[in-house]
């Protein structure tokens, strides 16, 4: 059974970091470039960062480049999302997301809240 099961969300006041965490299995993880998306109240989801299969490359949109880190760790079958100096307007349900040629994998989602 697939699974990605995302954690280390929560309520973080701005300029705060936070280290989510993406748990696979159930699949070939390390065939599968890794992403993190997330979906704001009333807007479409969107992608935030791509990290290819062997880790050697990366994608960030504008809104977090600088500030955000993607990483992966083959062996423990996790891929994280570094957020540091969190701004209000990152405030979303942040989802992990596996993709090959042929499939594509959803995690349920973790909240992250940036307020003070």
């Known amino acids: 059974q697939v699974q990605l099961v995302e954690s280390g969300g929560g309520l973080v006041q701005p300029g705060g970091s936070l280290r989510l965490s993406c748990a696979a299995s159930?699949?070939?993880?390390?065939?599968?470039?890794m992403r993190w998306y997330r979906q704001a109240p009333g807007k479409e989801r969107e992608l935030v960062a791509t990290i290819t299969t062997a880790g050697s490359s990366t994608y960030y949109a504008d809104s977090v480049k600088g500030r955000f880190t993607i990483s992966r760790d083959n062996a423990k079958i996790t891929v994280y999302l570094q957020m540091n100096s969190l701004k209000p307007e990152d405030t979303a349900v942040y989802y992990c997301?596996?993709?090959?040629?042929?499939?594509?994998?959803w995690g349920q989602g973790t909240q992250v809240t940036v307020s003070s």
């Open positions: 997301n596996a993709a090959d040629l042929l499939r594509v994998y």
């Open positions: 159930g699949f070939s993880f390390s065939n599968y470039a």
